[in-house]
């Protein structure tokens, strides 16, 4: 993979140790060795690894691998809610985050790009540092961009961003607390979306509710994998299951009621979930995750792996684990509609958190007159 004027190129060890590191996923790198007309089957970093380790990477090659470092394999949505005291528009919040346009922040060494409007949303770009080992990346510091959109529902503010990397979430949300906290002039509360803060019995009306939102435009055929962790408001006789509980489960195909109720017997609560979804408009199908654990204290909404064609409805009615939809070719499925999807996804989760979130509010505030 040498190109007329590369010059510098990089070890072989260091290769096979970068592309067998964690700042790759396996998915990106055969992207990045596809692009440059090398199509690759690997079914482990550890092999392509081995694979990648015999190329020349000069100065172009490095710069086209850059976009590719850190990225997730399937894009993620996740975002937090801003409430403000008095109802303002969106354009008034944009007003507010302009004044701020090109203000450095401590963290991440991130600065607040842009801030852009239409009639409908906010659009925002910050761009931060990251240093990384050089014994395990080829490039030592970088510098990421993170874009950000906000849209206006009802009396709150959505705030949404595309993770490309896992470092994204937390530079977007240092940066807004870090504006809100020196700026008065709007008085802002950030609400986290974070599972953790609600009761058991509210995560898991939350989750079904989830799910009841995709059988409004699709038909969910049922979860196959399942993340839970000990519900330590919940009291049963069963004992609470460390080994198997506290995990991700994969599953056969297990309606979200079954679910439920079989975690709140052995005092466990759901803190994720993979669910396939059948488009029968399109025929074609896909599994969207929601996940949440008390370390990120955020919700993540994504796509779990490639669309997949449906030929006729009897292989939707054969489905019984995640293993059976390998069976299936896959769909061309754009980008752009991929992202629409769990776009939509996470508004109509972040509106449905909010609710819960205030119905956990009065209670606290209940049980503090009490």
Known sequence: MTEGNEVQFKEHDKLEVFFNSEHIKLQNSLEF??????????YTNNHLADFAKNFFLGIESQETLRKYIDINAYPKMSGFILLTSEDISLNDLKEYLSSHSEDSFSFKKSTLLSINTDNEWIYGKIEYSVTEFASHNLFSTERKMVSFRISKNE??????????????????????DSIIEKDSSINIKIVDLNLSFLTTHKKHKFISEFIDEI?????????????????NDLETDVPFDQFHLKSNNETNIIPIGQLTQTLEERAAALNSVHVIVYNKNDNFLFIIGLHSNEKKKRIEIGLKRD???VENHDQITAIKSKSDLDEF????????????IFVNFWDSTSKRYLECWKEQMESLNRKSFV
Do not use: P
Not at 222 to 228: D, E, H, N, T, V
Not at 329 to 340: F, G, P, R
């Open 155 to 176: 009396n709150h503010f959505n705030l949404k961003i595309k993770l490309n990397r896992d470092s994204d979430y937390s530079v977007v949300h240092k940066v807004i």
């Open 329 to 340: 070719n896959s769909a061309n499925i754009d980008d752009v509609e991929k992202e629409t």
């Open 307 to 309: 669309f997949k064609k």
């Open 33 to 42: 060795f596809k692009e440059k007309n090398v199509f690759v089957f690997a």
């Open 215 to 231: 059988d409004q435009t699709y038909d969910s055929v049922g979860i196959i994998r399942y993340g839970s962790n000990q519900a």
